[in-house]
């Protein structure tokens, strides 16, 4: 492993998306943001190729040096014109009772970066895919390689995104050859951490630490951590667009929902059928507006950028990218069903997708009981609401996070109604992992566990005062004095010879 190298990777990704954030002024705690910073910079950074490729230059180790530091310093040109001395805010340690979890969690973490940095890649999508073009591309220098050569024909890997295929090239070259594949860590950890900053924030620390458990230990979410494939980093990004976007519908601020459609954008520039699950979520803000009564217009634009900038990824992606580095010919639309009128299709990718994922036995070995967990703390909060009216058992937050766990469980289906392709055990499986933070952010908000953080926070609090035995006793006060006599006062007997 080139440590230098990694080392300029990783302060590439951090000063990138340092940069682009500061165009937003996001209102994040100080280590939200370099943990954002660093997930955004990792697609930034893997522009790097493209340019290179466009500009007619072979692909070597001191161009790729030079691509990324270009990209990464315009895009830190924002932090540098609104420069301010950074403040260390203050560090919050974690508690005794938050060490048993979370040292599991750096476990996992430990394993997941090891096997990233010893193991091959070993999906078949990648060896068929963006693994061989990236491969090829370092060896001969070119992204337009003779692997195009091969007949290919029985598979569609290589017209994917170019992110994974740059990502590669760039770390092969730069810091780890042969496999390259260390930049899922680069993503994965940043956002372990910030998940776990969010769930404090919401919620008991032993309550986040508990919850941050059961996320990471879910079999298959884990295990794509080091099995390198587009689902994981499209899940990552796709949730911080709809994070953001529930910050927007809550705080008003512009920013929030700037950044929103931007996380959007990368989330199909990773996978570009995103863009249907993007206009799902589209739903939730034109509700939230017209029941707020905004104007028309204001709605129309707003909608319309929220489409329009995914839609942008969509055709940068498709129209540029294959266009311009596959030298085949590909047409989208022929992946799409040619018999749209029949909804049976539909109705039994819903059954298959229950039988054999969520409720059936495959479903306990791919997503263990995280599901299950999720759905029985959703029936205990529906109970409470209907046995006690009083009690708000969903608060906004979490309603709206049900809204995005709703997306995904009908958005999937329905894409595998359209295109024939996007088949269950692959395709639906993996894409099932953008359910899974969305449920994370429900349980954050979930009534049960809100009144148990509560209770345990009451319970800290006490703890905290000395218990009555132990308190020092209070001095009574002293009698006061009674008040002299007056001087005009003439007291019984007085004058009397």
């Not at 061989?132 to 029985?154: C, W």
């Not at 927007?248 to 990368?266: P, Q, Y």
């Not at 010919?329 to 059954?351: E, Q, V």
Request: hydrophobic letters at 50%.
């Amino acid at each position: 492993m080139n440590i230098p190298g990694l080392i300029f990777l990783i302060l590439a990704h951090f000063i990138s998306g340092r940069g682009i954030l500061q165009l937003f002024k996001l209102e994040l705690k100080p280590i939200q943001m370099v943990c954002l910073s660093v997930i955004l910079g990792v697609p930034l950074v893997s522009l790097a190729p493209c340019f290179i490729q466009l500009a007619h230059v072979p692909i070597t180790f001191t161009s790729v040096f030079v691509g990324v530091a270009i990209v990464a310093l315009l895009c830190s040109i924002p932090l540098l014109i609104g420069f301010k001395r950074p403040t260390l805010g203050k560090i919050e340690l974690p508690g005794i009772y938050e060490l048993p979890f979370l040292l599991v969690c750096l476990g996992l973490v430990v394993l997941s970066v090891w096997r990233c940095y010893y193991y091959p890649p070993t999906a078949r999508d990648m060896l068929a895919g963006p693994e061989l073009l990236a491969e090829f591309a370092v060896r001969e220098k070119n992204m337009v390689s003779s692997v195009f050569t091969v007949d290919l024909h029985t598979t569609n890997n290589y017209f994917k995104s170019p992110y994974i295929t740059c990502l590669q090239i760039i770390y092969k070259l730069l810091s780890t050859p042969p496999f390259g594949q260390t930049w899922m860590s680069v993503l994965f950890i940043p956002f372990m951490i910030f998940m776990y900053s969010m769930l404090r924030g919401r919620i008991h620390p032993f309550l986040a630490s508990l919850l941050l458990f059961l996320f990471m230990t879910i079999p298959d979410l884990f295990a794509y951590s080091f099995v390198m494939l587009y689902d994981y980093s499209n899940m990552v990004f796709f949730f911080l667009g709809f994070y953001f976007l529930l910050r927007h519908l809550e705080n008003k601020r512009t920013n929030d929902f700037a950044f929103s459609v931007l996380m959007f954008g990368v989330a199909t520039y990773i996978r570009v059928e995103t863009v249907i699950l993007v206009g799902m979520v589209s739903l939730l803000p034109l509700f939230v507006f017209f029941r707020e009564k905004q104007d028309v217009k204001s709605i129309a634009i707003k909608w319309g950028i929220m489409m329009a900038v995914p839609t942008a990824f969509y055709f940068i992606c498709i129209d540029l990218f294959v266009r311009h580095f596959v030298p085949l010919p590909f047409n989208a639309s022929n992946d799409i069903n040619k018999n749209l009128g029949d909804l049976s299709y539909l109705f039994n990718r819903f059954k298959e997708m229950d039988d054999k994922l969520i409720f059936g036995p495959q479903g306990k070995v791919v997503y263990g009981l995280y599901m299950y967990f999720f759905l029985g703390l959703l029936f205990i909060d529906i109970f409470i609401f209907l046995t006690n009216r009083k009690k708000q058992a969903f608060s906004r937050e979490a309603r709206y996070a049900l809204f995005g766990v709703a997306v995904i469980y009908v958005g999937l289906p329905f894409l595998g109604y359209l295109l024939p392709l996007f088949d269950v055990m692959n395709t639906t499986k993996r894409g099932l992992f953008k359910l899974l933070p969305m449920m994370l952010l429900y349980m954050a908000n979930s009534r049960l566990l809100q009144m148990i953080s509560n209770w345990l926070k009451k319970v800290e609090e006490g703890k905290s005062d000395p218990s009555p035995q132990l308190r020092a006793p209070v001095a009574k006060a002293a009698p006061r004095p009674m008040p002299a006599p007056a001087a005009n006062v003439k007291t019984k007997g007085k004058g009397k010879r």
